[in-house]
């Protein structure tokens, strides 16, 4: 494992970051275009931009504002919510953005995600798997899509090994139970993934601590550790991770 990546996360609902618990509840956090060049200057490795109601909603993901994010800040930025087809992975490159997520459409069309990684290569593509528990699925979580809405009876971990087999270059897991609730990541549904399938994971949904991002990548085992909350509402700065981190032996980039 290289250095760990801290990744703030902008989810967007009508032009504005927000922020809920377990997926609703969503409260205004930010402008996300001040909040995207904040964080960028702040030193955050990479940002995600995640229109989480896009899908839902039946419509395209807001590109034009993506381009004004992607222009106000100088490290990757990652794309998810709304991405259904192959043309939307190519508007959302030529947006600006690094890499792109797929979440619903990864479980509907796979064939979509496989011909995603043809065309634009292995490192651009990531798959973001919603997952909340179910004692019935094997390692105890199912896969949800539509924003966490429709459950699948999909179990995640064996979801995330097809993924991977499709030659995607990271996954997302992001728990409903802790999304939010800034008692910790789910370790388990991190862990069991990178496990599975060896490819970089991304922990999302819970951060409340410090302890709790040195958590995911020793207990968890990812390679990367995305937060909203505790970001967009000054709980701790990204150096103030960062720091953390490394005084506790992990590899950061400062």
């Known amino acids: ?5 801290v990744i703030p996360c902008l989810d ?3 032009g504005r970051v927000v922020k809920g618990v377990h997926f609703v509840e969503l409260r205004d956090a930010a402008d996300p275009v001040e909040a995207a060049r904040a964080y960028s200057e702040g030193g955050a490795d990479e940002i995600a931009f995640l229109d989480i109601t896009a899908t839902v ?16 800040i100088s490290v990757p930025l990652t794309l998810g919510g709304g991405i259904k087809s192959l043309a939307d992975v190519g ?3 030529a947006a600006g953005a690094a890499h792109v997520s797929i979440s619903s459409a990864a479980y509907r069309d796979p ?6 990684v043809a065309r634009y290569g292995s490192d651009t593509i990531i798959v973001a798997i919603d997952a909340d528990a179910n004692p019935s699925c094997p390692s105890g979580r199912e896969v949800y899509i539509d924003g966490g809405r429709t459950p699948t009876g999909k179990d995640a971990v064996e979801f995330a090994r097809e993924m991977a087999a499709l030659g995607v270059g990271q996954l997302l897991p992001t728990s409903k139970a802790t999304d939010g609730a800034q008692g910790g990541y789910d370790l388990a549904l ?5 496990d599975a399938t060896g490819l970089p994971v991304i922990a999302s949904g819970g951060a409340g601590t410090l302890e709790h991002f040195y958590e995911a990548v020793t207990e968890g085992h990812a390679d990367a550790v995305l937060a909203a909350s505790v970001f967009h509402f000054g ?20």
């Open 1 to 5: 494992m290289g250095a760990v990546r």
């Open 12 to 14: 967007i609902k009508d």
């Open 57 to 72: 909603e039946g419509r395209r993901t807001v590109f034009d504002l993506v381009t004004r994010v992607a222009e106000a």
């Open 91 to 93: 508007t959302a490159l």
């Open 111 to 116: 064939g979509m995600v496989r011909e995603a």
């Open 190 to 194: 991190t862990r069991g993934i990178a």
């Open 235 to 254: 709980t701790f700065s990204i150096r103030q991770v960062k720091e953390y981190l490394r005084d506790h032996g992990v590899e950061v980039n400062l």
